[in-house]
């Protein structure tokens, strides 16, 4: 059973810096590329960052290039986002979730387990 809990969410100012964690277990984890999502409230869940297995190649949703960076740890199963610059607009509840094989990493429906979800809230 594949278990992803996310943390290190939070009220931060506009301006301010946030890292979220994703801690996996349940399959070998550098195995597996991974993703993470967002979604506010009213809309559908957006991707923001991908991740290949051995971190060496990644991706970024262009509303949060330069100021967000998804790395991973395969060492302790864990994988990160640190969001720098945050905007109002970044408020959401972030989402980790695990590649499927052949599953394309932009979209949901090419990721198979989710975690539950922290929010990020930042304030004008």
């Known amino acids: 059973q594949v278990q992803l809990v996310e943390s290190g969410g939070g009220l931060v100012q506009a301006g301010g810096s946030l890292r979220l964690s994703c801690a996996a277990s349940g399959r070998t984890f550098s195995s597996y590329s991974m993703g993470w999502f967002r979604q506010a409230p009213g809309k559908e869940r957006e991707f923001v960052a991908h991740?290949?297995?051995?971190?060496?190649?990644?991706v970024y949703v262009d509303s949060v290039k330069g100021r967000f960076t998804i790395s991973r740890d395969n060492t302790k199963n864990t994988m990160y986002l640190q969001m720098n610059s945050l905007k109002p607009e970044d408020t959401a509840k972030y989402y980790c979730?695990?590649?499927?094989?052949?599953?394309?990493?932009?979209?949901?429906?090419?990721?198979?387990?989710w975690g539950q979800g922290t929010q990020v809230t930042v304030s004008s």
């Open positions: 991740i290949t297995r051995t971190g060496q190649g990644t």
């Open positions: 979730a695990q590649l499927k094989g052949g599953g394309s990493y932009d979209v949901p429906a090419g990721y198979d387990y």
